[in-house]
């Protein structure tokens, strides 16, 4: 698997909504768990939310469980992200990232994963 092209971000102002999309090459997308995390300048990069391989199992970051949703299509080898109600605080670089593991695991540490895609840029004005 090769993540491809991520899309879905933009500008918004607070409190709107976006979804993140992250399409991936090869196969088996659905022994990956895919993850997101964000960058935002000058601050060390962080975990957002992450989906199993079998996608009954998601983890979130406290900072924006509530309003985010992570799901997987796989017959589109897809990842989305769905965020709601928008904080300006939530301006970074969002990456899709992937790994190959058990089928119901939620890796949450950047450094369990293999692969990264290069980034889709959110922007939230207040």
Avoid at 17 to 34: I, W
Avoid at 117 to 126: A, E, M
């Amino acid at each position: 698997v090769q993540l491809v092209v991520e899309s879905g971000g933009g500008l918004v102002q607070a409190g709107g909504s976006l979804r993140l999309s992250c399409a991936a090459s090869g196969r088996p997308f659905s022994m990956y768990a895919m993850g997101w995390f964000r960058q935002a300048p000058g601050k060390e990069r962080e975990f957002v939310a992450a989906i199993s391989g079998n996608g009954g199992y998601t983890r979130y970051a406290d900072s924006v469980k509530g309003r985010v949703t992570i799901s997987r299509d796989d017959a589109k080898s897809t990842v989305y992200l769905e965020m709601r109600s928008l904080k300006p605080e939530d301006t970074a670089i969002y990456l899709c990232a992937g790994v190959r593991t058990i089928i119901w695991i939620t890796p949450v540490n950047q450094n369990e994963y293999t692969l990264w895609g290069q980034g889709t840029q959110v922007s939230v004005s207040p």
